[in-house]
């Protein structure tokens, strides 16, 4: 059987396969959502906690996403996933963000790829460390690395690629790799 996504563009490193979710981990995981935020046209959702302490500011984002970015706060666990899902599930959507608090289970994540599938839409979930699925196209590790103060380098690493490629990657906010 033919998978009905299409794969990552082996042009461009940073790229996601579109119609599928991927998982970024670690203290770089939000710049890393935000970097992919620039990238993908269209409304942008971002599902989270309401008690979630750190979350996007409008003054703080890439430029022309503050006027894209839906911030979408749950309840519970349950109301995220569902929040997720509907999001993704939209051929409207251009990109989906949700920050689960407990690792997926084989069967909410693989719910998950379904609904981005039929939406066409590319999700990313911004998961804590060990709560990988099983079900999740790409996972990156990220660490922002020092530098000088105006500095956003950022250390990536693929970890996890359904396609096989995996590597490592030092990324500024200008996208330049080394």
Do not use: Y
Not at 61 to 68: D, H, N, T, W
Not at 74 to 93: D, F, G, H
Not at 112 to 117: D, F, I, S, V
Not at 141 to 158: F, I, M
């Amino acid at each position: 059987m033919k998978k009905s996504h299409e794969s990552r563009p082996t042009s461009d490193p940073l790229a996601l396969a579109p119609a599928r979710v991927h998982e970024a981990a670690g203290p770089g995981r939000s710049a890393f959502a935000l970097f992919q935020t620039a990238r993908h046209p269209g409304p942008l959702f971002w599902v989270l906690p309401q008690h979630e302490v750190s979350r996007p500011l409008p003054q703080g984002l890439p430029e022309g996403v503050a006027e894209r970015l839906h911030l979408v706060e749950t309840r519970s666990e349950t109301e995220l996933l569902w929040a997720t899902e509907e999001a993704l599930r939209s051929p409207a959507s251009g990109f989906v963000i949700a920050e689960p608090g407990k690792a997926l289970n084989l069967t909410a994540g693989r719910r998950l790829q379904l609904a981005a599938e039929a939406g066409r839409t590319t999700g990313l979930l911004l998961i804590r460390e060990g709560h990988g699925c099983n079900a999740a196209e790409t996972r990156w590790q990220c660490v922002p690395l020092p530098g000088p103060a105006d500095s956003a380098r950022q250390h990536w690493r693929l970890t996890k690629d359904k396609s096989g490629t995996i590597g490592a990657l030092t990324v500024d906010w200008d996208g330049m790799c080394t």
